[in-house]
Structures are given as structure tokens and as C-alpha cells.
């Protein structure tokens, strides 16, 4: 169905937010720097989320949006106090006209701030049979990224879509991280720690929520944690949608989780390796002959080994960087998603800088879950022929995420499982070709 020109804008809602300071100079990194907070956190969110209708999308059915804050370790109704971890949430469907929402001419219509009780009477009057699509972000993202996704998934018949911010990421709630602490313990015993953290947070959600069963999409980390989902629960997954997954493939013999060996272990050793490696290269300097000096060879520097070990992460450079953190996003999102116009490019810097230099939390599961390099300590690979319901790989073809390891997987999985590739599109192939990646989302999910 052809867009007409009688159609409001997508960006016409936006007059109502501040705008964005933009990232040209010093001062205004400075100025965003010095001014963040939740509030301009939650008008960043906001403002991307507006973007969520692109004036080449194809317009069909108007669609409604809600942000909620979802208590977790209750039942959805009591009223939680004031220390209760809550998850931010997005919930979107098509716009009824017989539903208890006020309906609008607008074809995508976001109401930031809500009460659970209108999710819980909506639920209610929505179709018994009406179907679930949960989605989760990545490592160092939020539910802000799939902005060019909402619109097209929104209106599919027959659904609702919810995406949501991990625990201790994006908007969610930050508890302070307290379980790689425990170094004296073994790596498998902090990985199963940080699995169940987030696995059991996303149990909690669902209860909360209310909902009985769900088709989950998880894309990198979020994928890992997804499929660690699924493994656990498969009763409350009828899909499992993984979209470039982190983890799967079994690590090379460098980067194996050593066997006997605890984190501190791991990270003293790691010390020890940047003493004598710096001092074998010295030697080596000094006598002007390399050919007898045992430099053993790596893919990744020693020293960005140790500092991954050490849990220093992206986020924690930004935070330590004070107002240059702002321009070290701004460097990010200017090439990253350059193909973005300037003040959707804009508005995609300021949100994720707020969740970046947000305080620390589930940012410091990478190190428990994936070793230098990206492999998983623990690998999906054997892991995933346990699961019980229907599986989609989803990669770019420009993606750093390797997809012949979800196909080598396939061969001992024991469910119906596809693998496609996004053309045009790398790691975010969801921002890079939007109307591939819904296609291919929405033909799994209605045919």
C-alpha cells in the first residue's frame, strides 16, 4: 500500500522534545556531558523512538507505543517500593479502535510514561489468541536500536511486540555488579551465576508482565542470553528468533576457558604474560636480533587481554573520559551509521551516550561470558542441540558474526532451524537494511 502525501510526519511529534545538542563542537559535548541525567535520558529514549516511522515505510495500520517501567520479584499488581529493580519496556501493537487506548490519526503514536495496570487492561482486551514477539538488544545497546523495526513489526496481524532493556542496561534499573567479586570461585560457577542473573530477570519480567508464552528474538549478547533463556524455559518459548547471536562458535585453543584455573588466576597470569613479553622485547631491542627471542604469536595484544579480563569495557572508558566520553560516542555512531540522515544520526548518538555513560552494571557480564576475542567461555555450540522449539539465525552478509557457525550448529540441533542473511547489512543488519530484516521477521512470524 503506497505512503500519501495526507500522511502526518514522523517527525512531527518531535517539536514537542527538546532538541538534541548537537555533536559539532567542544561545548557541546560538554554541554551534554554535564547536563545528563534520567530525565534527559528518558527524552533521548523518547526522541529516537519518534523515528520509528521512516518516510519510506510502507503504511498500513496505525500503531501505538508505550513505555513501561515492569517491577520485577512481584506479580504485576502489588505496588513495589522504591529499591524493586524494574526493566524498561516497550509495548506495541496495532491501534484499535475498540481498545481502551484513545484512538489517533497518528500512524505511530508513543506515550513515554504509563502505569502497568494499562498494559495488564489491555492484555485483557486484547485476542485470546493473540501472539507475543519479545525482543532484546545487545551488548552496549538498548531498545532505542530497533527503532526502524517497530513500525513494520507493530502492525503485524495477530501480535503484540514488546522489547525490553536487560537488567542493569539501557533504562532498566542498574543494580550495583557485584558477581565477578567473586574471584576465588571458578569460571563455571561465576558463568552460571551470570546466566541465571539475567535469565531469571527475564522470567520475572514475563510473570510480571503476564504473559503465558512468547516468541523471543535476541540479537548478540542478547542472543546468548535468549538461547540461555530458551534452554531453561522451553515451555514459555514457541520461536527463538537469534539474530547474529554472540557464543556460538567453540573457542580456538588461545582463547579456550582454561580448566583448573580460577578468574584471579586467569587475570594474574595474564599480568605476568605483558611483564615478560614486555621484557623479551626489550632484550630483544636491546641486542638488535629478534630471531632467538620467544615472542609467542596472538591475534589480540596482551595488554587488551588483561584490560578485558579486568572488566574495563566501552562503557567504562566513556564514563572515566568525562565530556571527551561524548565525542568518543559521536566518533562511534558518525561512521558506524553514517548512512543514517544527520538528525536521525544525531538523535541516535544522544541516546545511546546517555545509556553509555550511564552507571556500570550488566555492561561487566562480558568478561564471565565471553573471553578476549568474542568466544564464549562456555560455547552455544553443543548447548543448542537441547533446545525444543523452532530456531532462526539471522546474520548480515557484511556481518563480523561468523553465521557458518549457526550452520554448523544446525547439523545437531534437533528442531526445524533456518539461517538467513540480510544483504546490505553487518552486525546491526536491523539499522543497515530495515526493510529486508522486517520482511524477513514478519514472513516468520505470519506465514
Known sequence: ??????????????????AVIPPTTHLNFLRNWWQRSDHTAAIAE???????????????????????????????????????????????????????????????????????DTLHNDLKASDSDTKSLVMCHGYGAGLGFFYRNYYALGQMPGWRVFALDWIGMGRSSRPKWTITRKNKGSWDQIIDEVEDHFV????????????????????????????????????????????????IPESPSEVTRPKNETPEQVIDKQASNINNSMQAEAASAALG??????????????????LWDKNITPMSIVRMSGPLGASLV????????????????HALYDYLYHITSSAG???????????????ARRPLF???????????????????????????????MKVPVKVI???????????????????????????
Open 46 to 116: 523518547t526522541r529516537l523512538l519518534h523515528y520509528a516511522l521512516q518516510p519510506t515505510e510502507m503504511f498500513q495500520q496505525p500503531v501505538i507505543g508505550r513505555l513501561f517501567r515492569v517491577p520485577l520479584g512481584t506479580d504485576g499488581h502489588s505496588s513495589p517500593d522504591r529499591n524493586t529493580p524494574t526493566i524498561n519496556t516497550l509495548y506495541l501493537r496495532q491501534n484499535r479502535r475498540n481498545a481502551p487506548f484513545a484512538p489517533s490519526e497518528e500512524l505511530f503514536e508513543l506515550h513515554p510514561e504509563n502505569s502497568l
Open 361 to 375: 552494571s550488566g555492561e561487566f557480564a562480558l568478561a564471565a561470558i565471553l573471553a578476549p576475542g568474542a568466544y
Open 421 to 447: 542473511r540480510i544483504p546490505y547489512g553487518g552486525h546491526h543488519m536491523y539499522l543497515d537494511n530495515p526493510d529486508e530484516f522486517n520482511d524477513v521477521v514478519y514472513n516468520e512470524l505470519t506465514q
Open 289 to 306: 636480533d629478534t630471531s632467538d627471542v620467544p615472542v609467542p604469536r596472538r591475534r589480540i595484544p596482551l595488554w587488551a587481554k588483561y
Open 200 to 247: 531469571e530477570s527475564l522470567e520475572s519480567w514475563r510473570k510480571a508482565v503476564g504473559l503465558e508464552t512468547m516468541t523471543l528474538m535476541g540479537h548478540s549478547l542478547g542472543g546468548y542470553f535468549a538461547a540461555c533463556y530458551a534452554l531453561k524455559y522451553p515451555k514459555r518459548v514457541e520461536k527463538l528468533i537469534l539474530v547474529s547471536p554472540a557464543g
Open 330 to 345: 559521536n566518533v562511534y555512531t558518525s561512521r558506524r551509521f553514517a548512512h543514517l540522515e544527520t538528525q536521525e544520526q
Open 382 to 412: 553443543r548447548r543448542l542441540a537441547g533446545l525444543q522449539m523452532p530456531t532462526v539465525f539471522i546474520y548480515g552478509e557484511d556481518d563480523w558474526m561468523d553465521y557458518k557457525a549457526a550452520e554448523k550448529a544446525k547439523e545437531h
Open 1 to 18: 500500500m503506497e505512503a500519501t502525501s495526507n500522511q502526518t510526519s514522523p517527525l512531527s511529534a518531535l517539536s514537542a522534545l527538546p
